[in-house]
């Protein structure tokens, strides 16, 4: 397993921007898939992006199409999620995770991914 700290999460206004890193040890992580998923109060954690080990295939939710960007650089270990155009409903816990493998359109299930991090919060203010 890797293990993943996620950073970037904050404050922002409705229509502003933001970008979260995850972190990633170990040497193997471009063995891994990485996805993003995110917590709200009192909501199930569901998911908002995932990139293959290459970072040639992407997949998003509905929700966040257009406005969010998944991408990762393998030499630094590193998974990033840009977030334009955020909205209130945006606000929520952000985790990324890790999934030793592939992924296609249908990976959207937690339980699909082996790692996780601790999770960073972002707030957006109308």
């Known amino acids: 397993q890797v293990q993943l700290v996620e950073s970037g999460g904050g404050l922002v206004q409705a229509g502003g921007s933001l970008r979260l890193s995850c972190a990633a040890s170990?040497?193997?992580?471009?063995?891994?898939?990485m996805g993003w998923f995110r917590q709200a109060p009192g909501k199930e954690r569901e998911f908002v992006a995932a990139?293959?080990?290459?970072?040639?295939?992407?997949y998003y939710a509905d929700s966040v199409k257009g406005r969010f960007t998944i991408s990762r650089d393998n030499a630094k270990n590193t998974v990033y999620l840009q977030m334009n155009s955020l909205k209130p409903e945006d606000t929520a816990v952000y985790y990324c995770?890790?999934?030793?493998?592939?992924?296609?359109?249908?990976?959207?299930?937690?339980?699909?991914?082996?790692?996780w991090g601790q999770g960073t919060q972002v707030t957006v203010s109308s």
């Open positions: 990139i293959n080990w290459s970072g040639g295939s992407t």
């Open positions: 995770a890790a999934r030793l493998g592939g992924i296609s359109y249908y990976t959207r299930g937690e339980y699909e991914y082996d790692s």
């Open positions: 170990g040497r193997t992580f471009s063995s891994y898939a």
